[in-house]
Structure formats: C-alpha cells, structure tokens
Antibody, heavy 121, light 107 residues
Framework: QVQLQESGPGLVKPSGTLSLTCAVSGGSISSSDWWSWLRQPPGKGLEWIGQIYNTGSTNYNPSLKSRVTISVDKSKNQFSLNLNSVTAADTAVYYC??????????????WGQGTLVTVSS | DIQMTQSPSSLSASVGDRVTITCRASQSISSYLNWYQQKPGKAPKFLIYAASSLQSGVPSRFSGSGAGTDFTLTISSLQPEDFATYYCQQSYSIPYTFGQGTMLEIK
C-alpha cells in the first residue's frame, strides 16, 4: 500500500518561496507512475499544480507554470514542490498524490493527508 | 483548459435516499472522468475511474455513468457515512481539472 506524507513550513512570507516535500513509502518513486502536487484553498475546490515522472519529466498547470518547480529525489524516495513569489492567494492545503503510469487517464489513487500552508507576514 | 461543471453545488438528502450528481465537461473527454469523495479535514478519496469503474473496496451503492461531456454519480441508498463533498475530475488532458464540488448534506 503506497503512502504519501507531505512536510514543510506551514507559514511563508509574501513574495517568498513555498517549499514542500512528499515522502513516498510502501512503493518506489522509480516505478512507472506520475507524482503530483495539488492544492485546495480553504473552503474551495481542488487545483492540480503539476506532476513529475521518475526520469524528471514534468508537466505543469499553465496557470502556475512560471512560478512552479517540481523535482524528484530517487535516493530519498521523495519529490518536492517549489512555488515562488507567493501571495495570500497561494494559501491552501497542499496535497501530494500518485497517478498510475500504466494507462492513460488514470485517477489520483493515493493521496497524502495534506498540509496547510499560510502566506502571511 | 477543460472546464468541469457540477450540479447541484449542494444537496440535502435523507438516509436511504437515492441521489444523483451531474458533471459536465466543456468539451468531450471520452470516458476519462473520475469521482472523489472528501470529508472535512481529510484528503479526497478516489471512488470511481473511467466514468463507471468502481475502485476496489468502494460500496456498490456508488455508481457512475456517462461519456463525452455528460456524466453522473449515483448513490442508490444514502448511508450516514456518505455525507461529504463530491468532486469530478477529468484525466483526458493536462491541466487536469476538477468540478467545483457538490456538498451532500443531511436533511
């Protein structure tokens, strides 16, 4: 059973960089899967941020692409999110999730529990 | 981007009721439609993939249907644990997008 766990600062200053890590257990990040970041502002819906494959290949949401970097660390079995130039609008619960790479159109089948990041001075 | 629109945004129902939630895509997404259930303070839980395939362990009272642009999630007989917010999500093209959610409340 794959498990994902987000970690990182819960408070980031405006114009700063939000950095989160997702540790993967019960499975290998080098498997044929895609690893995503999503977010959910308080009381609102879900937004997909981007995804990474174990080769380092990435796809990003165009709405955030200029500010986002997702990277993978196979030696630690984890992947990371960096979001720069943050504003209060980036305050959200951030989730990491897995999509099977075995077939097109796979759902987000495993999720982390989420971590709240607040952007405030 | 493909826009996903759910209706209704909220719904009040009683235990034992049959409820249907609708999701419409702004363009055809074939059957690349997934449904999730989210309870307060929890991560979404994946229920249905490919429009109508039930994830292992999900009760059979949940069912999905549709193709192209119009999809439905049906709960045949509501149980107390089903009161939650439901989201549809298209996995046809990047960026992946979600509906705005349907909050299912106890009447």
């Amino acid at each position: 059973q794959v498990q994902l766990q987000e970690s990182g600062p819960g408070l980031v200053k405006p114009s700063g960089t939000l950095s989160l890590t997702c540790a993967v257990s019960g499975g290998s990040i080098s498997s044929s899967d895609w690893w995503s970041w999503l977010r959910q502002p308080p009381g609102k819906g879900l937004e997909w941020i981007g995804q990474i494959y174990n080769t380092g290949s990435t796809n990003y949401n165009p709405s955030l692409k200029s500010r986002v970097t997702i990277s993978v660390d196979k030696s630690k079995n984890q992947f990371s999110l960096n979001l720069n130039s943050v504003t209060a609008a980036d305050t959200a619960v951030y989730y990491c999730a897995r999509t099977s790479g075995n077939y097109w159109g796979a759902p987000f089948d495993y999720w982390g529990q989420g971590t709240l990041v607040t952007v405030s001075s | 981007d493909i826009q996903m629109t759910q209706s209704p945004s909220s719904l009040s129902a009683s235990v034992g009721d049959r409820v249907t939630i609708t999701c419409r895509a702004s363009q055809s997404i074939s059957s690349y439609l997934n449904w999730y259930q989210q309870k307060p303070g929890k991560a979404p839980k994946f229920l249905i993939y490919a429009a109508s395939s039930l994830q292992s362990g999900v009760p059979s009272r949940f069912s999905g249907s549709g193709a192209g642009t119009d999809f439905t999630l049906t709960i045949s007989s509501l149980q107390p644990e089903d009161f939650a917010t439901y989201y549809c999500q298209q996995s046809y093209s990047i960026p992946y997008t979600f509906g705005q959610g349907t909050m299912l409340e106890i009447k």
